[in-house]
């Protein structure tokens, strides 16, 4: 029996309607996927301060309004909906903006700044990551991140926080090959014992990324293809 949520599109489809359950699971989604979306919208907007208002007012709009109820499981992926509402929501502001404009009254701001420390205020890098990328790399990061806050818990109800406190370079590619007899040391294991705990760690690992990307693949999505997505986002 799989240690793991796996029901396709089940936060998606709780986050419909109007009820407490819908906004509680419209609440999750919108914790999970706030990195991704704030770093989009970063780079569009360079302007940090700015970037994270809007963010917070795109949140705070699906919160309110009809949220998630447009999203439909047959189109496929669940993140693929959310960076289209992303877009469109920026859109919707530029042409706030320019109407504004165009009605007077509003200043354009200032480049002279007294300081530079703000990372936004420089001219903008071409060899920068296209914010589409970007957007699907803070994903996976996302994804990576719940899934092992998901393993965490899981191995803490074992009692093995221990095994993954030490193991955990391994999960995340940061382990010399030389410091594997010293975690065997610390957790009292052969190193052949070892080989086959960081194996099957790893395993639980993705199984566990498997189960949170499942949450949000329509039938017929392959979750191998967007583990393989994953995997690439990272490399990019």
Not at 117 to 132: F, K, M, N, Q, T
Request: with cysteine; aromatic share 8%.
């Amino acid at each position: 029996m799989n240690e793991f949520a796996a029901t396709r599109w089940t936060r998606v489809i709780r986050a419909r309607g109007d009820t407490d359950e819908s906004r509680l699971a419209l609440s999750e989604l919108c914790d999970a996927y706030y990195d991704p979306v704030f770093a989009f919208i970063r780079r569009e907007r360079t302007d940090g301060d700015a970037a994270r208002e809007l963010a917070q007012e795109f949140f705070a709009r699906l919160l309110s309004g009809s949220g998630v109820n447009g999203a439909d499981p047959a189109r496929g992926k669940f993140r693929t909906f959310l960076l289209g509402a992303v877009k469109h929501f920026l859109a919707d502001d530029h042409d706030s903006r320019m109407r504004e404009k165009r009605g007077g009254g509003i200043q354009p701001a200032s480049l002279d700044r007294e300081s530079d420390s703000e990372p936004g205020l420089s001219v903008a890098d071409e060899r920068a990551i296209p914010p589409d990328v970007l957007f699907d790399r803070q994903w996976a990061l996302t994804v990576l991140d719940r899934s092992f806050s998901t393993l965490e818990a899981v191995l803490a109800a074992e009692g093995k926080t221990r095994l993954l406190e030490v193991l955990r370079p391994w999960l995340i590619g940061a382990a010399d090959h030389g410091e594997q007899r010293a975690a065997a040391s610390a957790l009292g294991l052969s190193d052949t014992a070892m080989r086959v705990a960081v194996h099957r760690l790893r395993q639980r690992f993705r199984n566990a990324v498997r189960a949170e990307l499942r949450q949000t693949l329509a039938e017929g999505v392959s979750v191998e293809e967007e583990l393989r997505a994953l995997f690439a986002a990272l490399a990019r």
